[in-house]
């Protein structure tokens, strides 16, 4: 119930863009919260942005006027749109969904930032 499976991550060099995508497999009760995480090497879980369902959102200060989150309910999809890339950003992006029965991760995607 309520598999997440992430697409869109992969190898950009420093300014460029990546666009993220999150499907669930089916509907999940109550949803709450959809959102983002990423895990850098060695590193803590980190948040990177969420949307709750009155559509507050929420960034990291480190990703704020560069990624935007997006949904579509009705497709049971999560948006990251991520701009001006910057090596720091290189991680595991993980797709967050948060329903009434708890919560509901994704396998993750790596996203690369290299010259």
């Known amino acids: 119930q309520g598999q997440l499976v992430e697409s869109g991550g992969g190898l950009v060099q420093p300014g460029e863009s990546l666009r993220l995508s999150c499907q669930a497999s089916?509907?999940?009760?109550?949803?709450?919260?959809m959102g983002w995480y990423r895990q850098a090497r060695g590193k803590e879980r980190e948040l990177v942005a969420t949307?709750?369902?009155?559509?507050?959102?929420n960034y990291a200060d480190s990703v704020k006027g560069r990624f935007t989150i997006s949904r579509d309910i009705r497709k049971k999809m999560v948006y990251l749109q991520m701009n001006n890339l910057i090596t720091e950003d290189t991680a595991v992006y993980y797709c967050?969904?948060?329903?009434?029965?708890?919560?509901?991760w994704g396998q993750g995607t790596q996203v690369t930032v290299s010259s």
């Open positions: 949307i709750t369902g009155l559509s507050d959102i």
């Open positions: 967050l969904m948060r329903g009434a029965w708890g919560d509901y």
């Open positions: 089916t509907s999940i009760p109550g949803m709450k919260v």
